[in-house]
């Protein structure tokens, strides 16, 4: 299959005729060709997004762009199908949490399509003689980098609550995993959004992405990955003054005390490091469990990590691959820095049996970490998981508070003062409490320190998306 760029409602080639191919992470096999976009074809993508923008799509009445979102959540859910087929063979991941990712994406523009007439603003009392209030206006066009771990989905969920505030969109896809973006392109003209409102240039970071971000006819910018590309991303904004949305890295704490439902904190810490491969910037990564509970805790969750079916996504297993060779390299090298700075392996620390191909890492393990361990402070963003015991509810926070991360948090405890006293004290943009993933697409999500700022996610998005203009008006 052969992919264009999508710029202005049409299917175009990169300006220099260059391509890259995706691949299958569960054969190494290539499955698609894709133009390679750089800085020119940057350049007429934001062109092709001003266009309608400084055209009036801004000013349309609410209920027109609040329809079209509405349809194009009915268009993802008839394509959930096809669309969650693409993102497996594109990204490696179950079908079945495929599927899941898709409907997710149509909840976002259902969801924002709900609030595009709701953008209100506010009435500020100044005295008799005076009328003050506030408008809302959308920030005008926006970029969306979008990272390769939930292709879809993360690009949802900036592009839906940014239409819903009036603005037009130019996406730049990660090149591992660029087809259901693009596919998505095809909705969006199905649906009947005007020419430029939405476009998609894929290629890579330095080529596409650096011209992207550094663009001055960009007027915000929404980034979600690694700490280091956002902080390129923040320099290039900075040139220009534009304002920047970053989700960044995690490093997040998964605390289980004594009191816990066993049964139901073994199976969500799995869930915790295991879902998408471990792929998740908000995977509970550190198990920072209590001693007293730490030994028959941990033969549990090593039954329940042996258990899970590793393989090829379209067979639906527990877990796929990771994404690319690259990252498989990274991972592994990782597993082997935990083994040398003295934590254990007692489970995983390897390619799965029976696996020959494809970039497959089995569930793993490490006991005995420390907290200054690099395997129990960096980001491994795969299924890695650093066991570190606490004595007391003191220490547990002094370990959840150790990184330079503040993405997410789990507690587990039947004691709500606990969980409540926990949950401020907690450096991190997102608790949860007694399941872990919980919340939806209505709930705000963003980090604290280095795990970035700006939400996403729920009304608290739409703020991303628009700037605010105070009116004061004078009674004679």
């Given at each position: ?41 940057i350049n007429q993508a934001v062109e092709a997004a001003r266009a309608p923008f ?114 037009t969109c130019v996406v730049k896809p990660a090149e591992q995993t660029p087809l259901t973006a693009l596919r998505l392109a095809d909705l969006f ?288």
């Amino acid at each position: 299959m052969d992919y264009h760029l999508y710029i202005n409602g049409q299917w175009t080639p990169s300006a220099s005729g260059q391509t890259f191919e995706t691949v299958d992470p569960a054969t190494e096999e290539p499955i698609a060709t894709v133009a390679r976009g750089t800085a020119e074809d940057i350049n007429q993508a934001v062109e092709a997004a001003r266009a309608p923008f400084a055209g009036g799509w801004w000013r349309t009445k609410p209920p027109a762009p609040a329809r079209l979102l509405y349809d194009m959540a009915r268009a993802i859910e008839r394509h959930a199908g096809e669309l969650a087929e693409l993102e497996t063979r594109d990204s490696g991941k179950p079908l079945n949490r495929s599927l899941a990712e898709v409907r997710s994406s149509a909840r976002y523009f259902e969801f924002y399509a709900g609030a595009a007439d709701k953008l209100f603003g506010t009435q500020i009392p100044l005295g008799p003689d005076y009328i003050d209030f506030t408008i809302r206006e959308p920030m005008g066009v926006t970029a969306h980098i979008v990272p390769w771990n939930m292709p879809l989905n993360m690009v949802a969920r900036s592009v839906a609550p940014a239409l819903a505030a009036g603005n037009t969109c130019v996406v730049k896809p990660a090149e591992q995993t660029p087809l259901t973006a693009l596919r998505l392109a095809d909705l969006f003209a199905e649906v009947g959004f005007p020419p430029g409102v939405y476009n998609v240039v894929t290629g890579f970071g330095e080529e596409a992405g650096g011209p992207l971000a550094s663009h001055p006819g960009i007027d915000s910018m929404t980034f979600t990955g690694s700490v280091e590309t956002g902080r390129r991303i923040m320099r290039a904004a900075a040139e220009h003054i534009k304002p920047v949305v970053l989700e960044l890295g995690g490093k997040s704490p998964h605390i289980i005390f004594a009191d816990a439902d066993m049964e139901i904190a073994v199976a969500e810490a799995t869930k915790a490091i295991t879902a998408n491969c471990g792929q998740v910037c908000s995977a509970g990564s550190r198990l920072v469990i209590d001693n007293a509970v730490r030994e028959p805790f941990l033969e549990q969750l090593t039954a329940r990590m042996e258990a899970l079916s590793v393989g090829p996504g379209m067979d639906n297993p527990d877990m796929g691959p990771l994404v690319s060779a690259e990252h498989y390299q990274r991972v592994n090298g990782y597993i082997a820095l935990g083994q040398e700075e003295g934590a254990q392996v007692i489970t995983g620390g390897g390619r799965p049996a029976g696996l020959e191909r494809g970039f497959f890492v089995a569930p793993t393990v490490f006991d005995q970490a420390r907290p200054d361990m690099r395997i129990a402070q960096e980001e491994i963003f795969g299924p890695v998981l650093s066991v570190l015991g606490f004595s007391d509810e003191e220490e547990a926070l002094e370990i959840a508070n150790g990184v330079a991360y503040g993405l997410v948090a789990g507690i587990f405890t039947n004691d709500i003062n606990r969980a409540l006293r926990l949950a401020g004290r907690i450096k991190a943009g997102q608790i949860y409490v007694n399941e872990y993933y919980a919340g939806g697409e209505e709930t705000p999500f963003g980090g604290y320190k280095q795990s970035g700022f700006g939400r996403e996610k729920g009304l608290e998005a739409l703020q991303s998306y628009t700037q605010v203009k105070n009116v004061a008006i004078r009674i004679r």
